[in-house]
RNA sequence: GGCGGCAUAGCCAAGUGGUAAGGCAACGGUCUGCAAAACCGUUAUACACCGGUUCGAAUCCGGUUGCCGCCUCCA
């Protein structure tokens, strides 16, 4: 499997440390507001990473953190006049629901900075030992010294004097060089503070995710991941404290994924053009946000708008179409066992679409394979669904055909899997999707009504009435459809 | 100012040396009382621009333009 390294700036072939284990470390959140679409992404990514890294027999421990104590969180806090560990527990809750909501099961291991104070303190001690912390006054805060650790720079490309060359002007005269982090900030007086050998504080940012990681994984992580805005200074700051004070490697791949943006501006609560995940979730299932995320490759930025999601949401039907006819007939005409024989060639495919069906499933692990191709991966999907619709045009009860059939659909539900894609029950899926129960400006009971009294209508052929009732009910943004089964309505 | 990334059809988006996946939209057809849905089919001699390397480049190299990210908390 191939996996693009930010440390070396190549795909580069991975294989664990320890022969079929993997360790996982995703930078979590913040606990300080609600979630947008870009930490969705954020889970999404790592998600189908995590399955498909299952999914080639790897045993994976997935360990995402939380950010519980933190300037942000004092921040808000302080605004609502609450207590700091009740916004951070409130927050952290809402990001549990929003992840229960995308669908995506918890990491193995979800560590808070607070319950690891000890092993954030006993890191500092160490680097202390060795010379590459200090604390500039008694009872100050302490800092990592920057220009101690050889490699700094590496992760994010950026060379000392290029970043001194950037840094901001420093508040905080007592650093030896401005360049150098926060490890340990000493409290003020009303601040949550725990006691430490440097005075009462709380941890820098940095620090818990080293603490966290060496912890749960060992001093040098399989992979190490988060979005590309983490890789300075958060990243480049974890990997020189972890690497100053174990002399190890950190990480072995550091995986990052692109940003969500708003006309091509990027998502952010600073800049305030953020929509949370609740708001997404609000108008759109979560599969259909699912679809979005990763209908393009994680490494690219991804521009998100209405358009955007219903483009997703139209896809989304066509991958459960087949899906829904699939089950309706495999239901009445069970297939028979096993696959289909090797020289089975319907007459509605070429010999080369045939191929095409066959490999599907090598050629979709090939995508992932590659640096987690999603977009090819689906593209994949796609082209089968086109070529299990011409199947589906002439159906047929030979074993041969039924066969292939049931092959087809149990790669599909195989596949999606690995993708958190078409679990669902396919007729069920297309009734949401296209009533969009949540928008509904008049009761279902109403359109039963107005779909009975036009029944009567076409009945007697009196076609004028019949249309009106479609005209009245197009007003109100539903669509009916005329099926053999009868009347189904739709929204927009 | 420094560092890095991106530029593919109306829109979104794969594709790192051999003559352009896929999705949306549009159009044509099948079906239908008419529709809708569904399905099928069609839609980039062409990959920002200019040079270069090569038998051959969207893919490699140099330059130009434009957009974005990081350099500060941020998924």
Known sequence: ??????????????????????GLYACGITAYDDCHVGHARSSV?????????????FAVTWVRNYTDIDDKILNRAKQENAPWDEVAARYIASFEEDMAALGIPPAQIEPKATEHIPEMLELIRRLEEKGFAYQARPGGDVYFRVRRYSGYGRLSGQSLEDLEAGARVEVDEAKEDPLDFVLWKASKPDEPA???PWGPGRPGWHIECSAMSMKYLGETLDIHGGGRDLIFPHHENERAQSEAATG???????????????????????????????E?????????VRLFLINSHYRSPLDFSDAALAEAEAALIRLYTPLAKMEELLRTHPAPGGPPPPDFAPAMLTTLEMERLRTLTARFDDALDDDVNTAQALGYLFDAVRLTNRLL?????EPPYLALLGHLHQQFLELGHVLNLLQADPQEMLTTLRQKPWELAISPEEIEELIARRAVARKHKDWATADAIRQELANKGILLEDTPQGTVWRMK
């Open 248 to 278: 190890k490697p950190f990480a072995r791949f550091w995986v990052h994924h692109g940003l969500i943006t708003i006309d091509r501006e990027k998502m952010s609560k600073s800049l305030g053009n953020f929509f949370t995940i609740k």
């Open 393 to 397: 045009e002439s159906p047929s009860s």
């Open 194 to 196: 725990w006691d430490s």
């Open 280 to 288: 997404v979730l609000a108008k759109f299932p979560a599969e259909v």
């Open 1 to 22: 499997m191939l996996l693009y390294n930010t440390l070396t700036r190549r795909k580069e072939s991975f294989e664990p440390l320890s022969p079929g284990k993997v």
């Open 45 to 57: 990514f790592f998600e189908v990473l995590v399955r498909y890294l299952r999914r080639r027999g």
